[in-house]
């Protein structure tokens, strides 16, 4: 690893507002950090692009928050990560962390039943995904739920609404829920719609799992292990920085972070830079 200055700030992208969920878990567990956040709505969704462009949208990106001068990166975008994290890992001296569906913590419940995974058709088709289900393929039945077109009605509507809840029980019509242990939201952006999904579920003793937390957790060891913790306490303020390809998606971007802060139970201060 390269020498890195410790103050430098945490580079945070997703290919819309998805992310951001990701984000507000990042603050949570590493409130010392600057953070800079980078939307990529104007291209959004990746989730139906080919692997090369997925790739050279993510590359882009990157290079806008290079710019801004990073210590570290997170991919806050599970199709991003399938298709391109390998390439910049490869690309980039400083730790980079991406996303996954939890796929392993749905197994490690040990319900009885079927698993179903909500991504986007890129990150179900990726070669890295397949790989994950095939550590389990004997243990239990993966369903993948590939859900065209949830992103564009989330970085419109945000996380509630009519048109979210027909999208949800139109893709779930196929499948008998009596069946169905758990579902893992293999998509950032579906975080935001966690609450209508519950509804839909009902009183069924269905789990729902997203990889924020473990991205998180993964991140602070990666940069405890590469000893770039910034030491300077942040007095309760922590600073984050917000920007996005299409500026008109600014008010949606800061009001979906301060409700997954309140939802997450933030105690902190957010200023914003």
């Known amino acids: ?11 945070v992208f997703d290919s819309g507002v998805g992310g951001i969920s990701v984000l507000a878990e990042l603050v949570k567990s590493l409130p010392n950090e600057k953070f800079i956040y980078y939307g990529d709505s104007q291209n959004a969704p990746y ?7 997925v790739k050279t ?5 990157v290079d806008r928050l290079l710019e801004h001068g990073i210590k570290a990166l997170v991919v806050a975008c599970n199709t991003a990560t399938s298709g391109a994290i390998e390439d910049l890992r490869q690309t980039f001296n400083i730790p980079i962390v991406g996303m996954e569906p939890a796929l392993k913590p749905a197994v490690e419940l040990n319900k009885k039943g079927i698993i179903i995974v909500m991504a986007t058709p890129v990150t179900l088709r ?4 397949n ?19 949830l992103v564009e009605i989330i970085e419109t509507k945000g996380g509630r609404g009519k048109e979210i809840q027909q999208y949800i029980k139109k893709a779930f019509s196929s499948i008998d829920m009596s069946k169905v242990s758990s579902i893992v939201l293999g998509c950032t952006h579906y975080i935001f719609i966690k609450e209508e999904i519950i509804d839909f579920i009902g009183d069924k003793d269905i789990t729902l799992i997203d990889g924020n937390k473990g991205t998180a957790n993964q ?3 990666l940069l405890a292990q590469e000893k770039l913790l910034n030491p300077t306490e942040s007095k309760g303020d922590t600073k984050v920085k917000m920007i996005n390809s299409n500026n008109t998606m600014m008010p949606l971007s800061k009001k979906l ?3 997954h ?8 201060n957010i200023v914003y830079r």
């Open 57 to 61: 949208l993510s590359f882009n990106v």
């Open 257 to 259: 972070f301060q409700e």
């Open 131 to 149: 790989n994950l289900i095939k550590n389990f393929s004997n243990d239990v039945e993966v369903v993948k739920l590939p859900c065209p077109g």
């Open 126 to 129: 990726e070669q890295k995904f």
């Open 1 to 11: 690893m390269i020498n890195i200055e410790k103050d430098l700030a945490i580079g």
């Open 261 to 268: 802060l309140e939802t997450i139970d933030f105690k902190g």
């Open 47 to 53: 989730g139906t692009r080919s692997t090369e462009e």
């Open 219 to 221: 991140l602070q060891r």
